[in-house]
């Protein structure tokens, strides 16, 4: 993977091994709906190692999407985990079993699949949307977004738009949507003009989910 990736200042000791905190410190927003979402900054710790893990070892690939007569590139790089083989960091499943374990999720809810998605500078983005593939469309679902690498913003918004919460997401952080929250609610990573290095996102759901 060719992305220059210089570990910041403002991170903790580099050389200290990924470890997973307590979930007993989330945060919860509740959103209107019946939406909500949670937040664990510096959930996982030693996130620099598991940064430089996913971007050497990831078969990252692009994706490009249909606008109108033309094929665009998607602006972030992809990769996506069943769960039927272990992730490529052992912590991600370490990380999967520790959500189940404090969520307790419904056999349908449980968080089985990862979806990696590769922010390679403040170019990259995901517009607004709602994970409202599958099961999402209908039925409340829980979306666990792990985040290692430089910040970004993950800001949310009733759906067709209005104000909402914005995190900022890097270095280990977590958020978790629940509740309505994918059907009632959307989600974007919007550019920045800042300069920031790469942000990988680590998204578990449940089966069907996407
Ligand atoms: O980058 C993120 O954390 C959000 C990604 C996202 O919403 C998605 O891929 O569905
Ligand atoms: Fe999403």
């Known amino acids: 993977m060719s992305v220059l990736h210089q570990p910041s200042m403002?991170?903790?000791d580099v050389t200290a091994?990924?470890?997973?905190?307590?979930?007993?410190t989330t945060t919860r927003t509740e959103l209107s709906d019946g939406a909500w979402v949670d937040h664990r900054p510096?959930?996982?710790?030693?996130s620099e190692q598991v940064l430089d893990t996913l971007l050497r070892d990831v078969p990252w690939r692009a994706e490009e999407r249909q606008m109108y007569d033309r094929q665009v590139a998607v602006p972030r790089l992809l990769c996506w985990y069943s769960g039927a083989v272990p992730f490529p960091h052992p912590v991600l499943d370490d990380?999967?079993?520790?959500?189940?374990?404090?969520?307790?999720?419904?056999?349908?809810d449980r968080f089985v699949t990862a979806g990696l998605c590769l922010y390679r500078d403040g170019a990259?983005?995901?517009?607004?949307?709602g994970d409202r593939i599958g099961r999402g469309a209908t039925q409340d679902t829980m979306v666990a977004i792990l985040s290692v690498g430089s910040g970004r913003t993950l800001a949310l918004r009733p759906r067709g738009g209005g104000a909402g919460?914005?995190?900022h997401l890097g270095h280990g952080d977590l958020v978790v949507m629940g509740g309505s929250c994918q059907r009632t609610w959307e989600h974007?990573?919007?550019?920045?003009?800042?300069?920031?290095?790469?942000?990988?996102?680590?998204?578990?759901?449940?089966?069907?989910?996407?």
Not at 188 to 210: C, D, E, L, M, Y
């Open 10 to 12: 403002f991170d903790e």
């Open 17 to 24: 091994g990924p470890a997973l905190g307590d979930l007993s």
């Open 42 to 46: 510096g959930w996982l710790t030693g």
């Open 95 to 108: 990380a999967r079993t520790a959500l189940n374990a404090h969520y307790r999720p419904g056999p349908p």
């Open 124 to 129: 990259d983005s995901v517009a607004w949307h």
């Open 165 to 167: 919460p914005r995190f």
């Open 188 to 210: 974007a990573v919007p550019k920045t003009a800042k300069p920031v290095g790469p942000r990988i996102s680590i998204q578990f759901r449940p089966i069907g989910v996407a």
